[in-house]
């Protein structure tokens, strides 16, 4: 993150209009009390502003009120003037939520605003929730997590205060704690992910006492048995939606401070999946067992994904959740094929056993992240595994001789009774392998796509030292004198591996119209009811299983004619293309809506004899 170096000794801030007015309301606010409190802006506005970025986070510190006798006192002050002010609320006491006193927050001139005055927190050694006590700005800048966020700006005076060396560290960009770092993190252990995420957010170097701290046994200890699972995941969640800087705090946070078993935490048993259940190639040797989940080995495999999958964030210009999904999702890769038993309150199931991939359990239990983004993860790994392995099918249908294009065109739509089951062309079974992943990967298809890439480049490469860096850009290591395998055959056919991928990965883009279609919005061309076409195969319209597997076979069919499908949409949303434009492109000539139902039917009956039609009423009391 880009900021400006603060070069002068007594720093002024450069205020906008805004926080200039609402300042003043203020001031004119703590003139009408008596006594009269000394207001001062706390924490990371005064950060943000020194650093020259926008920042929107006011906190307000107060010497000898509470923040919620204030707020009140301000609310009713901006109500007689006529400014801009809504209803106080009040954030109680809540210590999973780092919340350790009450703070009043209302908006003024819709600015967010939270209230609350100094205060002294006094930790129990087995707790993280403290005594907490009315001070002074210097103890409570004392017990602040890092020196550039315990800054205050007096609005009375319009001066910076600095009572910890915040000012020096901005200066240097360096992170470092206003106490030693043993305490504030024994304090507060979640600290330690916080100083993870700062120092990659404005990219500042990290005091080596902070590092010393982070990797004392008791203070990991604390961490694992202090804080809670949300709050873990919460930090977790928001270093990923830093994207580009998401790769740095992973960094610190795993390979320094070695927090990976603590953070991605495993349950005590779980086993390799069956191979139905674990995609369809297959994966890396890596042995992922509780008693070994230290192992740097593993950790430098969660990076090495990690590091590629930033790469393609910053070259694919990624945002949102694609960028911090494919990121958390590369960085989980070493944990995929693997699953865990569901427990409910904690013991199996007595029935039918019900298991979650490892994935999805880091990802919702350990990081208590959402039932989505768990999900999300878990079938993102399936799903570009599958598209590995769909791949290798491209390649041998591109080299075949006489490939054609995927086409299932029926002549008419009579069919004789005995007509066979379709065959697939080669052609046509990789449209239909390629579509019904792409169904079920849904709009996240791209980074799916993204993911394989990241596997393929990182499948091929063991474990390095902590003393060998890897250039994933030129796919061979830094410094060969520590490397103690052999790379040239496997890089050899990672190389291979990549540009078999990527050229399916172009047909998908261009050939096969899957993506312009947006196959997974799809929607079968009529009912499995249809009146005529139910005529035609001679079965009931009624409910029955019969129903959902003629919609499946006009999907199929319609993922197979997908070019047909576009042609067809295109010409519904502007004139059809004349024969000639038509020719020139890969997109047929517009066909109707009645030739497209001619066609899927004459396919959908072809599996006539195959389809469960239940009995008619009173056919067995005719027997």
Request: charged letters at 25%; aromatic letters at 6%.
């Amino acid at each position: 993150m880009s900021s400006a170096p603060i070069s002068q000794a007594d720093p002024q801030l450069q205020l906008t209009p805004l926080e200039k007015e609402l300042f003043g309301h203020v001031l004119a606010c703590c003139r009408q009390l008596n006594p009269s409190p000394e207001v001062r802006v706390a924490g990371g506005w005064v950060r943000d502003k020194l650093l020259g970025l926008e920042s929107d986070d006011i906190d307000l510190a107060l010497d000898i009120m509470s923040g919620e006798e204030f707020a009140l006192s301000l609310s009713e002050y901006m109500r007689s003037v006529g400014a801009q002010v809504s209803s106080m609320g009040v954030i109680k006491v809540n210590p999973e939520q780092s919340k350790h006193l009450a703070t009043a927050t209302l908006k003024l001139l819709d600015v967010s605003v939270d209230i609350n005055n100094f205060r002294a927190e006094i930790y129990e050694p087995n707790s993280r929730i403290p005594t907490v006590e009315r001070s002074t700005a210097k103890e409570d800048a004392l017990r602040r997590d890092f020196t550039v966020n315990a800054l205050f700006y007096n609005i009375h005076t319009g001066k910076v205060e600095d009572h910890v060396g915040g000012l020096d560290d901005l200066r240097a960009r360096v992170l470092r704690t206003p106490r030693d770092p043993h305490k504030t993190f024994s304090d507060d252990p979640l600290r330690i992910l916080r100083a993870a995420r700062f120092a990659a957010r404005f990219g500042f170097k990290v005091h080596e006492d902070i590092t010393h701290a982070a990797l004392v046994p008791q203070i990991q200890r604390d961490l694992a048995q202090k804080v809670s699972r949300e709050r873990m995941g919460i930090e977790v969640n928001k270093m990923v939606r830093m994207y580009d800087r998401a790769l740095q705090a992973f960094t610190l946070l795993c390979e320094q401070w070695h927090l990976r078993r603590i953070v991605f935490e495993v349950p005590e048993q779980f086993e390799r999946a069956p191979e139905s259940e674990i995609g369809l190639v297959e994966l890396e040797k890596l042995e992922v067992r509780a008693e070994a989940a230290e192992h740097a080995g593993l950790t430098e495999a969660c990076l090495e994904g990690m590091k590629v999958a930033d790469m393609l964030v910053r070259h694919e210009r990624l945002t949102g959740e694609d960028a911090s999904m494919l990121l958390l999702a590369a960085f989980l890769r070493p944990y995929f094929g693997y699953r865990t038993e569901q427990l409910k309150d904690g013991k199996p199931s007595k029935g039918l056993k019900r298991y979650s991939t490892l994935v999805w359990y880091v990802v919702r239990e350990s990081l208590r992240l959402t039932q989505h983004d768990a999900t999300l993860a878990s079938d993102l790994l399936a799903h570009a595994y599958q598209l590995i392995k769909t791949s290798n099918l491209h390649a041998q249908v591109a080299t075949a001789p006489g490939a054609v294009p995927a086409t299932a065109t029926a002549a008419a739509a009579t069919v004789p009774e005995a007509a066979a089951v379709p065959v697939l062309t080669p052609t046509q079974r990789l449209q239909l392998v390629t579509g019904t992943i792409l169904r079920q990967t849904g709009a996240s298809t791209p980074i799916a796509l993204l993911l394989a890439e990241v596997i393929l480049m990182t499948a091929r490469i063991p474990a390095l030292s902590a003393a060998c860096s890897f250039d994933v850009s030129l796919g061979a290591p830094a410094e060969h004198a520590t490397a103690t395998y052999v790379y040239d055959a496997q890089l050899e056919i990672s190389v291979r591996d990549m540009g078999r991928f990527r050229r399916y990965r172009e047909w998908i883009a261009s050939s096969s119209h899957l993506l312009d279609l947006q196959v997974w919005k799809m929607t079968p061309l009529v009912a499995g009811t249809d009146p005529q076409l139910c005529a035609l195969l001679g079965i009931p319209t009624k409910g029955g299983p019969h129903i959902g597997q003629i919609v499946q076979r006009m999907l199929e069919w319609q993922i197979i004619n997908a070019d047909k499908m576009l042609a067809a949409r295109n010409a519904a949303l502007s004139n059809a293309p004349a024969p000639a434009a038509a020719a020139a492109s890969s997109v047929p000539a517009a066909i109707t809506d009645e030739q497209l139902k001619a066609e899927c039917f004459a396919w959908v009956a072809r599996y006539k004899h195959t389809f469960e039609v239940p009995p008619e009423r009173g056919a067995k009391a005719k027997k």
